[in-house]
């Protein structure tokens, strides 16, 4: 009986474990030519299904915008930039 619980509460560790932010990947850059420095930046935060968010905020003197996309096997059905796509492929990088 014990062993039973045992694995039983092993496969739900696992399975949440897979489900769980595991892979991050960020990228700072600066996309205006008219001064400032790399304080825009994408960050992509996937589980081990490559399932996830990428943020991205894009600093200017004016203000900063701020952007939210959905990443379901490593894609989104919005269009993703391609600093977007670089925090993307660094935080699969890490993907074990």
């Given at each position: 009986?014990?062993?039973?619980?045992?694995d039983e509460a092993?496969?739900?560790?696992?399975?949440?474990?897979?489900?769980?932010a595991q892979n991050f990947g960020l990228v700072r850059f600066n996309p205006y030519s008219d001064g400032g420095g790399d304080q825009s930046f994408a960050l992509a935060?996937?589980?081990e299904h490559k399932d996830?968010?990428?943020?991205?905020?894009?600093?200017?003197?004016?203000?900063?915008?701020?952007?939210?996309?959905?990443i379901a096997k490593s894609e989104s059905t919005y269009p993703l930039s391609a600093?977007?796509?670089?925090?993307i492929e660094r935080a699969l990088r890490r993907d074990h």
């Open positions: 009986q014990k062993s039973m619980e045992t092993l496969a739900h560790i696992e399975t949440r474990l897979r489900q769980s935060v996937l589980n996830g968010f990428v943020i991205s905020s894009l600093f200017h003197r004016d203000g900063t915008r701020i952007y939210a996309k959905p600093e977007e796509r670089e925090a």
